[in-house]
């Protein structure tokens, strides 16, 4: 029987596969991520979560540069979601990127939906579920591609040693890295979390805990830990036990009629310490250097990482090599990647792995162990400190040097971003109401989840809001310029598809038509030479006065990109745009992926591989253009509400 199974698995992916142009079985690196429903508590605290393969984060996907890959998806959880590969190049199975409402339909519970796609890049990626916040949940994992043995050896690990014995050590260590997931966690769903939102108008500030691997403990300090941060902060003067600004602070929540009387107390103010065990990362002195790949994975934070008495050469961001830069602390926007080599040279022993947010409206660390004596296991304790650079509150301390991602230099030396763009987006980020964030003045409704994918019908986006879908022919040559209004905080931008250069950024107004006009006016804000290369991009803080960022991308082959604030919860209020590259109906697009969720009539080979449930009510059964209209009527009308009432 399990040999029958195992051969009808196999017969799927072959057929399914054959559409991709993909050769054989035997060419294919096979997952299955068993999404289910579990009762956890990593914390100490027990709770709902969403986990996969019986745990969150779930298994790290391991693959090799070259390989083809099936990732099959089974839906057993009690919600509609889609898994998303963040940063993996899709330009050739746009359908497998998992962004419902743009390149697929919903995986509907009990249903099963098989993603196929080529590692042609290397790096460090992961993946997530893209429905609502369910990702914060535990829909997430890690993903590692081993480079092929040009681009290992065409590296910038010689930047670090150039020592023939150092670099057999680096190379080693860079293809088996410890992979450390960095994740904020709370004692309440997501959904729980976005009705109080509503409910109250008090965005939800405040997190439990923050873990390393899944692992780690729920601490609420003494309250003089707090002193240094809040004494004349003018943003935040006290704080609850969880070290999180109070729910009524106008500053962090700036919009009239908060009802902060209507939230679950527990959300801000409860805080009972536990004693659930840290994660340990084992490491080899005789190994000489560790490869550690930082990914964070958080809903709501950014963090900074630093390892007592260990400095860190960061070599790697978002799956690209960059220049080698050596420092004690790194900064992780939500999504970002870091791959980093710590060099084993000190006393066996134990070193704290610190974890600690980096937004003002909280002040929190979470810990982990780097270990020089142990084999597996977990930590019982918090290492004393050694040399510590990193303050509990997220300040790096006096001596230490902290990365600047600004001054990144994409690897190798060949690369440079076009001198000059053919199309320029100008978008203005806003907080619309106190429940709204919005990436280009209009928010981009959480229900167009359940509309038909733009990649399916991407005609339909003349009845759409212009601001919430873009287009642009091949070939182009595009800047995206993100205007922060005054009010905002850092925003990690997350754009799917390739990578784009981050050619620059300012504080001010963005007063241009264009980056050529404002080079003319502002060269020091620019670098066209060697910027970052990266898919995920901050935009800067905005907190009193305007601030700007430019990226820069090519476009060269017909696609749907999404493109989005990765908070969480400012992507479920309306913090994304679409992006249509060039006319989609050229795209050859599997049979399989355009039956996959539709109604019976339309998906007779999916039936076999799955129990898809149909679209909601008026979709499919030859309906589809008129329930595309009547959605884009109620997406217009949910836009004028919101900025009537302030609701989601």
């Given at each position: 029987m399990v040999g029958l199974s195992l051969l009808m698995r196999l017969t799927t992916v072959v057929s399914a596969l054959s559409a991709l142009g993909l050769a054989t079985a035997s060419s294919v690196k096979l997952f299955t991520l068993d999404l289910t429903v579990g009762?956890?508590?990593?914390?100490?605290?027990?709770?709902?979560a969403f986990l996969v393969n019986g745990q969150t984060p779930g298994p790290n996907l391991i693959i090799d540069q070259g390989d083809n890959v099936s990732v099959t998806i089974k839906n057993h959880l009690n919600v509609p979601t889609t898994v998303h590969f963040h940063g993996i190049d899709q330009s050739a199975s746009i359908w497998s990127d998992g962004t419902p409402g743009v390149t697929q339909r919903m995986i509907q519970p009990g249903s099963t939906f098989i993603a196929n796609w080529t590692a042609t890049e290397h790096g460090l990626y992961w993946y997530h579920s893209h429905s609502r916040a369910i990702y914060g949940d535990g829909v997430r994992g890690g993903i590692f591609i081993r480079p092929n043995s040009k681009n290992l050896n065409n590296s910038p690990l010689s930047q670090i040693s150039n020592d023939p014995l150092d670099l057999i050590a680096l190379k080693l260590a860079h293809n088996n890295p410890k992979i450390v997931s960095l994740l904020d966690w709370t004692h309440w769903t997501s959904e729980k979390g976005l009705q109080q939102w509503d409910d109250s108008h008090v965005e939800?500030?405040?997190?439990?805990?923050?873990?390393v691997n899944g692992k780690g403990r729920q601490i609420c300090p003494d309250p003089s830990v707090f002193l240094p941060y809040i004494t004349g902060n003018p943003l935040v003067s006290e704080v609850t036990a969880k070290g999180c600004a109070y729910p009524n602070n106008t500053v962090t929540q700036p919009f009239p009629g908060?009802?902060?009387?209507?939230?679950?107390?527990?959300?801000?103010?409860e805080c009972a310490n536990t004693t659930t065990p840290f994660e340990v990362v084992d490491a080899n002195p005789y190994s000489k250097w560790l490869s550690i790949a930082f990914i964070n994975m958080a809903a709501l934070w950014d963090f900074k990482v630093s390892i007592d008495d260990h400095p860190m050469w960061v070599y790697a961001a978002d799956g690209q090599y960059h220049d080698v830069q050596k420092v004690d602390v790194l900064g992780?926007?939500?999504?970002?990647?870091?791959?980093v080599m710590i060099k084993l040279d000190k006393p066996w022993s134990d070193y704290a792995i610190r974890v600690a947010i980096t937004s003002v409206p909280q002040f929190m660390s979470g810990y982990a162990t780097l270990s020089y004596k142990r084999t597996g296991g977990t930590g019982s304790h918090i290492p004393d400190p050694v040399k510590p650079a990193l303050g509990y509150g997220g300040d790096t301390l006096p001596g230490f040097t902290e990365l600047n991602s600004t001054t990144l230099q994409a690897f190798p030396p060949s690369l440079h971003p076009p001198q000059k763009a053919d199309v320029t987006l100008i978008m203005d980020i806003?907080?619309?109401?106190?429940?709204?964030?919005?990436?280009?003045?209009?928010?981009?409704?959480?229900?167009?989840?359940?509309e038909e994918p733009l990649l399916f019908d991407p005609n339909s986006t003349a009845s759409l809001d212009p601001k919430l879908v873009l287009d642009y022919p091949v070939g182009s040559v595009v800047d995206v310029v993100f205007k922060a209004h005054p009010g905002n905080p850092t925003h990690p931008i997350h754009k799917h598809g390739v990578k784009a250069w981050v050619i620059g950024q300012g504080d001010g107004e963005w007063k241009w038509n264009s980056v050529a006009e404002a080079q003319k006016d502002v060269p020091n804000a620019f670098n066209l030479d060697r910027p970052p290369l990266r898919d995920g991009f901050e935009t800067p803080l905005a907190a009193v006065d305007w601030a700007w960022l430019v990226i820069r991308y090519e476009v060269k082959q017909p696609g749907v990109i999404y493109l989005h604030c990765h908070v969480n919860t400012h992507a479920v209020s309306g913090m994304n745009v679409a992006l249509i590259e060039g006319d989609p109906t050229t795209i050859d697009i599997p049979q399989y992926y355009r039956d996959f969720g539709g109604q019976p009539s339309q998906t007779g080979s999916q039936?076999?591989?799955?129990?898809?449930?149909?679209?909601?009510?008026?979709?499919g059964n030859g309906s589809h253009v008129s329930h595309t209209t009547r959605?884009?009527?109620?997406?217009?009308?949910?836009?004028?509400?919101?900025?009537?009432s302030g609701h989601l």
């Open positions: 009762n956890i508590a990593p914390d100490g605290t027990k709770r709902q939800l500030l405040c997190v439990d805990s923050v873990l908060n009802k902060p009387e209507l939230l679950d107390p527990s959300i801000f103010f992780i926007p939500i999504a970002e990647r870091f791959q806003i907080r619309a109401n106190a429940t709204t964030w919005v990436l280009n003045t209009d928010p981009f409704a959480a229900f167009l989840e359940l039936n076999k591989t799955s129990a898809a449930a149909p679209l909601p009510s008026g979709a959605i884009r009527k109620r997406h217009a009308a949910t836009v004028a509400k919101s900025r009537l």
